[in-house]
């Protein structure tokens, strides 16, 4: 196997880490509550998790 | 300089347009009445003020609960000053709130909004003249092309810094009596509210609030003295109620006001351009043809060429560019056969397949945009609420309900402006069933692939289907376990305006940058755990043939259960548990299981599904459980478990019971004919 091919195989396991963990974090929030639907912009609710987040950095 | 600062006035008369414009915020604004139903606080960009948007309220009596949060603010936050913004073409009504803010005695500005309105009703405001009459600064502004606003904040400073609060408002005689006399009962209890002037909860008792009564501590012989006062002012009265006498010396002062300070045009009597459309498109007969046929042209749109086009080339980078690109790689870098399986079948069909989507979902959002900044979405609210309350159920139920074709989330938190907790629940299981933006990409996809010379009408037919399931069931749990009455759906129509093009643009744009982050988070984790559960056998080997895999046996395991609904496939059942995250994740399933993405993944479904199956899996889509989060959040706003769970359950019996009349039926109306 060539060097490229090696990095290539690196790549795409660190690709199947990062799907891995990205959906374990996506789910867990979602069980804790954590999570909302993303899009915040469009809401018309203000309490919510993600959205508290967001005004409290903006200010 | 700097200070909190409440920003105050009626539903739907720009608060949250001014407060975007002082703070730099990019907050929803919706042309309709009760789009903030939490207060939000922003810094302004100039001078150091802390802002405090709140929901829009008529006066200080509260009855709903967005109501009592800004009533609340008001009294126990204290803030420093207070804009009261009003709406300048129906300025009576608004400056009944005005007065009542007067009372609290706390350093004020008053902002008239939509000047450019009222220039183009041909009214003139003395401005000036008011300012004198009401002791208060006041500033014209057209909030919506962000005019005058510096104006604004330079008042606000002054009213603080020189502490400029309005000077008490004289009524009639009856009722300065009333006043003064409740004023000189209470006066002892002073230590108990030294932050709200006594005019205020003289007021607030001759109104017969009984909260205020418990915030000053009043003994029973100062209670009975206030009702005695009461009770003579009564008696004086042509009203012979308490609430109502006042309201009208609040409407006299406002009417002598507005009679000295505004002038109208005296065609003012003959119909506005909003009462003329509303004649025809809020009409009893025509209402609903009407909202149906403006939902049908919005859908055709949204899926005739323009989208197709804009898809086509979409997909083209994504296949030809992108795809080829990556597999030229692999190819030069001699890399092993899995690497083009993960990036090809995995990656690039899950993630590209959905991101073919991306135009209709633009020009749909761009749409609803054009419909809500226009004022329309408030009449179709307007026009359900008619329909539905024939049919025993809340109009407040439909708000929640239409702000579930976006997204079920915030519909399902949207509930909290329903008191009763049984009309709440009862909205929390019905929204659901909308059909939610991700669901959007399962019907283009399906609907191109079997029924390309209607798939505007076959998709506008799921989001009619979803609105029936809804009403349909929303009857059968109002008959059986949310039995009462509902409580009474009072909305406002905003007048028509032309909308917005940057407000227009701008909510499309989130719209599409959500799509865009859901595509490359969870659409994409997605993407490579079904790959993963695709392309691996229970022991972690790597199989060939993806029936052996970990989600080839789970699939087949739960084929047969939906056989009878026409998609007994292991592939079709896989792609309804990935939906359980995200909604896309159906198309971008099917994507990766079958390795196909765009026009290819089309013909690859051909093959498998009929045109009948194809619009039961479409069914079941439509109205199965809702994704992840907002089972999360359906959970939370219930407050069990026990609930949510039974809401699913009812979600999924329901889809099935659907999709199965459906398939049959269509079956077997096939074999009639």
Known sequence: MGIGAIFIVAFCIALILLGIFIFIRIVARALKGQSSCGDCKNCRVENCPSRRKENSQKD | ?673
């Open chain 2, 1 to 673: 300089m700097g200070g909190n600062i409440a920003l105050i006035g009626n539903p739907n008369c720009g608060k949250t347009t001014l407060f975007n414009a002082l703070t730099g915020s990019n907050q929803y604004v919706g042309n309709w009445a009760g789009v903030t139903v939490e207060k939000k606080t922003g810094r302004t960009i100039k001078g150091n003020f802390n802002i405090t948007d709140l929901p829009g309220i008529y006066s200080l009596s509260p009855y709903s609960l967005e109501e009592r949060i800004t009533k609340d603010y008001v009294i126990n936050e204290n803030p420093d000053a207070i804009i009261n913004i009003i709406d300048g073409t129906n300025i009576e009504r608004n400056l009944y709130l005005t007065v009542q803010l007067i009372e609290l005695g706390k350093p004020m500005v008053l902002v008239i909004n939509m000047m450019d309105d009222v220039a183009a009703k041909g009214w003139s405001i003395d401005c000036d003249y008011l300012s004198k009459l009401l002791g208060m600064p006041i500033v014209p502004i057209s909030a919506r092309k962000s005019e005058n606003i510096d104006e604004v904040l330079k008042q606000v400073e002054y009213v603080i810094t020189h502490k400029i609060i309005p000077p008490e408002i004289t009524y009639d005689l009856k009722t300065q009596n009333a006043l003064n006399e409740i004023y000189s009962i209470i006066v002892k209890n002073i230590s108990d509210a030294e932050k709200i002037p006594y005019n205020f909860y003289a007021a607030k008792l001759l109104e017969g609030d009984e909260e205020s009564a418990k915030n000053l501590k009043l003994e029973k012989s100062q209670l009975e003295a206030v009702e005695k006062v009461i009770l003579k002012y009564e008696k004086n009265s042509e009203y012979h109620d308490r609430e109502s006498m006042l309201a009208d010396a609040r409407y006299k002062f406002i009417e002598e006001v507005v009679r000295k300070t505004v002038v109208k045009n005296d065609s003012e009597e003959t119909m506005t351009i909003s009462d003329k459309i509303d004649a025809v498109v809020t009409n009893r007969f025509l209402a609903i043809p009407v909202f149906l046929l403006i939902m049908f042209l919005m859908f055709s749109f949204t899926f005739g060429p323009v989208g197709k086009f804009l898809s086509d080339i979409i997909e083209i980078l994504v296949n030809d560019v992108i795809a080829s690109f990556i597999s030229e790689i692999l190819e030069k870098a001699n890399a092993p056969q899995w690497t083009y399986r993960l990036l090809l079948d995995g990656v690039v069909s899950g993630v590209g397949g959905i991101l073919t989507f991306l135009p209709q979902i633009a020009i749909l959002f761009f749409c609803l945009s054009i419909l809500e900044d226009s004022g329309y979405m408030a009449r179709a609210a307007f026009i359900t609420d008619r329909f539905l309350r024939r049919l025993g159920l809340s109009g407040k139920s439909f708000i929640p309900m239409i702000m579930g074709f976006g997204c079920t989330t915030p519909a399902v938190m949207a509930t909290r402006t329903q008191e009763n907790i049984n009309e709440r629940r009862m909205t929390i299981m019905l929204v659901p069933f909308m059909s939610c933006g991700a669901k959007l990409t399962i019907y283009a996809l399906f609907a191109g692939a079997f029924f390309k010379a209607n798939k505007g009408l076959v998709i506008f037919s799921m989001y009619i289907l979803g609105f029936l399931v809804a009403i349909a069931v929303g009857l059968l749990l109002k008959k059986t376990i949310f039995k009462g009455n509902m409580a009474l759906f009072v909305m406002e129509l905003p007048p028509y305006r032309m909308p917005m093009p940057k407000s227009v643009l701008k909510n499309t744009w989130d719209k599409c940058k959500g799509f865009l982050v859901k595509a490359g988070t969870v659409i994409f984790s997605m993407s490579i755990v079904i790959w993963l559960l695709q392309n691996f056998s229970p022991s972690f080997h790597m199989v060939d043939d993806s029936s052996q895999s970990i989600f080839g046996i789970i699939g087949a395991a739960i084929a047969p259960v939906f056989a009878p609904l026409g998609f007994g496939t292991w592939q079709a059942s896989v792609s309804l548990l990935s939906g359980l995250v995200a909604k896309e994740a159906v198309v971008s399933s099917l994507g990766v299981l079958y390795g196909a993405g765009g026009d290819s993944l089309s013909a690859v479904i051909s093959s498998v599904f009929t045109p009948l199956s194809a619009y039961s899996y479409m069914v079941f889509c439509l109205l199965y459980v809702p994704c992840i989060s907002a089972f999360a959040t359906i959970k939370r706003e219930m407050g069990s478990l026990k609930w949510a769970l039974a809401s699913a359950a009812m979600q999924i019996g329901v889809a099935y019971l659907v999709s199965l009349l459906i398939y049959q039926a269509g079956s077997l109306i096939g074999r009639i004919f």
